[in-house]
Nanobody, 120 residues
Framework: QVRVVESGGGLVQAGGSLRLSCVAS????????MGWYRQAPGNQRELVGT???????KYADSAKGRFTISRDNAKNTAYLQMNNLKPEDTAVYYC??????????????WGQGTQVTVSS
Protein backbone atom coordinates (compact mmCIF):
# COMPACT_ATOMS: atom_id res chain seq x y z
CA GLN A 1 0.00 0.00 0.00
CA VAL A 2 0.96 3.64 -0.38
CA ARG A 3 0.70 6.15 2.43
CA VAL A 4 0.72 9.93 2.05
CA VAL A 5 1.35 12.23 5.00
CA GLU A 6 1.19 16.02 5.02
CA SER A 7 2.80 18.22 7.65
CA GLY A 8 3.73 21.83 8.30
CA GLY A 9 0.33 23.41 8.81
CA GLY A 10 -0.44 25.81 11.60
CA LEU A 11 -1.59 29.28 12.59
CA VAL A 12 0.05 32.26 10.93
CA GLN A 13 -0.72 35.96 10.65
CA ALA A 14 -1.72 37.51 7.35
CA GLY A 15 1.36 38.26 5.30
CA GLY A 16 3.27 35.38 6.83
CA SER A 17 4.63 32.19 5.30
CA LEU A 18 4.31 28.47 5.78
CA ARG A 19 5.95 25.48 4.12
CA LEU A 20 3.96 22.29 3.84
CA SER A 21 5.49 18.89 3.17
CA CYS A 22 3.97 15.80 1.59
CA VAL A 23 5.73 12.47 1.96
CA ALA A 24 4.71 9.33 0.10
CA SER A 25 5.85 5.97 1.43
CA UNK A 26 5.20 2.28 0.98
CA UNK A 27 5.17 0.13 -2.13
CA UNK A 28 6.16 2.67 -4.77
CA UNK A 29 7.64 1.92 -8.17
CA UNK A 30 7.34 5.44 -9.52
CA UNK A 31 5.55 8.69 -8.74
CA UNK A 32 4.05 10.75 -11.54
CA UNK A 33 2.10 13.75 -10.33
CA MET A 34 2.00 15.19 -6.82
CA GLY A 35 -0.74 17.70 -6.24
CA TRP A 36 -1.80 20.10 -3.53
CA TYR A 37 -5.48 20.80 -2.89
CA ARG A 38 -7.34 22.69 -0.22
CA GLN A 39 -10.80 22.72 1.27
CA ALA A 40 -12.24 25.56 3.31
CA PRO A 41 -15.32 25.04 5.52
CA GLY A 42 -18.46 24.90 3.41
CA ASN A 43 -16.50 24.81 0.17
CA GLN A 44 -15.54 22.09 -2.25
CA ARG A 45 -11.99 20.84 -2.42
CA GLU A 46 -10.05 22.89 -4.96
CA LEU A 47 -6.75 22.52 -6.74
CA VAL A 48 -3.82 24.61 -5.54
CA GLY A 49 -1.21 23.24 -7.93
CA THR A 50 0.62 20.19 -9.20
CA UNK A 51 4.14 19.07 -10.01
CA UNK A 52 5.02 16.22 -12.34
CA UNK A 53 7.99 13.86 -12.41
CA UNK A 54 9.96 16.36 -14.46
CA UNK A 55 9.21 19.13 -11.93
CA UNK A 56 6.88 20.97 -14.28
CA UNK A 57 4.41 22.90 -12.17
CA LYS A 58 0.90 24.18 -12.71
CA TYR A 59 -0.95 26.55 -10.39
CA ALA A 60 -4.46 27.74 -9.77
CA ASP A 61 -4.89 31.46 -10.32
CA SER A 62 -5.27 31.98 -6.56
CA ALA A 63 -1.81 30.50 -5.99
CA LYS A 64 0.16 32.12 -8.78
CA GLY A 65 2.85 34.49 -7.56
CA ARG A 66 2.49 33.53 -3.88
CA PHE A 67 2.79 29.74 -3.74
CA THR A 68 5.61 27.55 -5.02
CA ILE A 69 5.55 23.78 -5.38
CA SER A 70 8.79 21.82 -5.43
CA ARG A 71 9.74 18.20 -5.23
CA ASP A 72 12.52 15.90 -4.03
CA ASN A 73 12.20 12.70 -6.03
CA ALA A 74 14.80 10.88 -3.93
CA LYS A 75 12.64 11.41 -0.86
CA ASN A 76 9.23 10.97 -2.54
CA THR A 77 8.41 14.37 -1.10
CA ALA A 78 6.67 17.46 -2.39
CA TYR A 79 6.64 20.88 -0.80
CA LEU A 80 4.24 23.79 -0.89
CA GLN A 81 5.86 27.10 0.00
CA MET A 82 3.17 29.65 0.76
CA ASN A 83 4.10 33.32 1.06
CA ASN A 84 2.07 36.45 1.71
CA LEU A 85 -0.72 34.35 3.18
CA LYS A 86 -4.21 35.79 3.34
CA PRO A 87 -7.17 34.90 5.59
CA GLU A 88 -8.90 33.40 2.56
CA ASP A 89 -6.10 30.85 2.34
CA THR A 90 -7.43 29.28 5.54
CA ALA A 91 -8.29 25.67 4.74
CA VAL A 92 -7.29 22.07 5.19
CA TYR A 93 -4.54 21.37 2.68
CA TYR A 94 -4.38 17.93 1.13
CA CYS A 95 -1.73 16.20 -0.93
CA UNK A 96 -2.58 13.76 -3.70
CA UNK A 97 0.02 11.43 -5.14
CA UNK A 98 -0.38 9.46 -8.33
CA UNK A 99 2.01 6.84 -9.62
CA UNK A 100 2.69 3.14 -9.95
CA UNK A 101 3.14 0.51 -7.26
CA UNK A 102 4.59 -1.83 -9.86
CA UNK A 103 5.18 -1.49 -13.59
CA UNK A 104 1.51 -2.39 -14.15
CA UNK A 105 -0.39 -1.30 -11.03
CA UNK A 106 -1.27 2.36 -10.58
CA UNK A 107 -2.14 4.17 -7.38
CA UNK A 108 -3.82 7.44 -6.50
CA UNK A 109 -3.61 8.26 -2.82
CA TRP A 110 -4.71 11.17 -0.65
CA GLY A 111 -3.21 12.28 2.62
CA GLN A 112 -5.22 13.11 5.72
CA GLY A 113 -4.71 16.85 5.35
CA THR A 114 -3.06 19.56 7.41
CA GLN A 115 -4.85 22.63 8.75
CA VAL A 116 -3.66 26.09 7.73
CA THR A 117 -5.22 29.04 9.53
CA VAL A 118 -4.39 32.62 8.59
CA SER A 119 -5.43 35.31 11.04
CA SER A 120 -6.12 38.89 9.99
Amino acid sequence: QVRVVESGGGLVQAGGSLRLSCVASGSIFAINVMGWYRQAPGNQRELVGTIDSGSTTKYADSAKGRFTISRDNAKNTAYLQMNNLKPEDTAVYYCNVGGRRTRWIEFDTWGQGTQVTVSS
